[in-house]
Structures are given as structure tokens and as C-alpha cells.
């Protein structure tokens, strides 16, 4: 093989694939199907033009058999008229365009039984262009949904690489320093200002009163008092260990002259020695809060 054949093989074949390459389906098939109705459209005029001269010879069939019938009646005037020469002349000319007319029949029916043909032709084609339009639009259809399947697998190959969900793990780490970061900044701006530790003493010590309160509140309702009975309470027992004391001191001397000595009841059902401890736990009570 020469070099200039060669070259002319490796061309064709580069032309070829680059042919190839360049190929739409769907632009080719849209191509097609523009083409085929072209073809109909062309296939429908060459119908036409048969179904024409069809009428056409069928027309002149139909009037050579009418002359020769018109000559017929003639030649029949002719023999009532007593003239049979010109009877013979009016028969030979209905001779010839009876001819004429079976030439024309003849012709007419070979071209009605084309047109027959060419009609059929005509609807089987017109039925392939319709089916072509069908099928253009189910190819196309796959091709759209092979393209589509072409670029999720492509997608998906993609998200298989590790380098994306690389990229998100680092970029969470960042996010998270960066928080932590902020949080710091924060909890240190507050310590040097002063104001976090200031709020922590306040929160601690209203959280210690309130939680005292609470526990006294509950003792009290154990034991059936109220929240201001204390103060009352003390006030009676002082007024009445005054009271004992006095009387005490006016009757104590009597008892002993007696030499029977009682327990003493005051008014509010306590004894002597219950209003001895009751002044001393006021008068301890007294000099610790002194």
C-alpha cells in the first residue's frame, strides 16, 4: 500500500470518527423524519399527477364512446333516409372512434390500477412516517433517560471519592475550634472584668438564704407553728417567768414555814422549774447573738 493510500485511509477513517463524534440522535432523527415528510410531500404531488391523468383518460374515453354512438345515430338517419352510402361512411367513422376509445379504456384502466398502487404506496408510507414520529419520540426518551443515568453515575462517582466528606470533617473540626475559641474569649472577658465572679458570689448567696428559709419553713410546719408565732411566744413565756418568779418569792418562805413545798403552776400550765430553764435558754440565746 502507497503512502498516498494510506493517508487517504487515515483521513477517511479520521473524518469518519469525527462524523461519528459529532452525531446528535436526536438532531439526526429530527433530520430524518423532516427528510421522509419531504418525500411524502413529493410522493403526494406524483399521486396527484397520476390520479390526474386518470380522469383525464377517463374523460377522453368517455368522449370518443360518445361520438361513436353520435355517429351510430347518423348511420341510423342514413338508412331511414334511403342513403346507404353515406350510412357506410357515418358506420366507419364510428368504427374508428369506437377504436380510439378502447385505446383510451385500455389506458384508463393500466392508470386507475396504478394509482391504485401508487395510493397504497402513498398510505404505507404515511403510516411508516407516523410510526417513525413514534419511535423518534421513544428514542429520544431513552436517550434523555440514558444521559440522565449517565450523569448520576457520574454524580455518584464523585461523592465516592473521600475527599469531599474530607472536607466536611475538616471544616467541622474548624467550626468547632472556633466555637470553643469564642466561648474562651468570653469566660476570660468576664474574669477580668470582674462581673462573673461578682455574679457567682450573688447567685450563691441567694441561692444559700433562700435554701435556709425553705428549711425553716419546713421545720415549723413539722412542729404545728407559724411563721410569726416565735415572737409572740417569747414575749408570753418572758411575761409569765416574771410572773412565777414573783410569785415564787412571796410564797416561797410560806412553803418553807410549812415544810411542804409544791410545784409551782403559773398561768400558762409551766412549772418553776420550766420557767428556770425557759429564762435561762433566753438569757444563752441573748448572749450569743451579743
Not at 485511509?9 to 479520521?14: A, E, H, P
Not at 353520435?70 to 331511414?80: D, I, L, S, T
Not at 468576664?190 to 447567685?203: C, I, R, V
Request: proline residues 1%.
Amino acid at each position: 500500500m502507497g503512502i498516498f493510500s494510506r493517508l487517504g485511509t487515515l483521513i477517511k477513517s479520521n473524518l469518519n470518527d469525527l462524523i461519528t463524534r459529532a452525531e446528535d440522535p436526536e438532531k439526526m432523527l429530527e433530520q430524518v423524519l423532516l427528510e421522509m415528510q419531504q418525500q411524502l410531500v413529493e410522493a403526494k404531488k406524483a399521486v396527484a399527477m397520476a390520479i390526474a391523468d386518470e380522469k383525464k383518460l377517463q374523460k377522453q374515453f368517455s368522449v370518443e364512446s360518445d361520438k361513436a354512438k353520435e355517429w351510430e345515430r347518423k348511420a341510423m338517419v342514413a338508412v331511414r333516409g334511403g342513403d346507404d352510402g353515406l350510412a357506410r361512411q357515418a358506420l366507419a367513422r364510428k368504427q374508428e372512434h369506437e377504436n380510439i376509445a378502447g385505446q383510451f379504456q385500455t389506458q384508463w384502466a393500466q392508470q386507475k390500477a396504478a394509482v391504485d398502487k401508487l395510493k397504497d404506496a402513498l398510505r404505507l408510507l404515511s403510516n411508516k412516517i407516523e410510526e417513525a414520529k413514534r419511535k423518534k419520540n421513544l428514542l429520544i426518551a431513552r436517550k434523555k433517560r440514558a444521559e440522565a443515568q449517565a450523569q448520576i453515575a457520574n454524580t455518584m462517582q464523585g461523592l465516592g471519592d473521600t475527599s469531599a466528606f474530607d472536607t466536611f470533617d475538616r471544616m467541622s473540626e474548624r467550626i468547632q475550634l472556633m466555637e470553643a475559641e469564642a466561648e474562651a474569649g468570653a469566660e476570660l472577658a468576664g474574669e477580668l472584668s470582674g462581673g462573673d465572679l461578682e455574679s457567682k458570689f450573688a447567685a450563691l448567696e441567694a441561692g444559700g438564704a433562700g435554701a435556709e428559709e425553705d428549711a425553716l419553713a419546713e421545720l415549723k410546719a413539722k412542729m404545728g407553728l407559724s411563721l410569726a408565732a416565735p415572737k409572740e411566744t417569747k414575749q408570753l413565756n418572758a411575761g409569765d417567768a416574771v410572773a412565777a418568779k414573783a410569785d415564787a418569792g412571796n410564797s416561797g418562805a410560806a412553803k418553807k414555814a410549812a415544810g411542804t413545798e409544791s410545784p409551782i403552776v403559773t398561768p400558762g400550765g409551766l412549772t418553776a422549774e420550766d420557767l428556770k430553764e425557759l429564762e435561762d435558754l433566753d438569757l444563752a440565746d441573748l448572749d450569743m447573738k451579743k
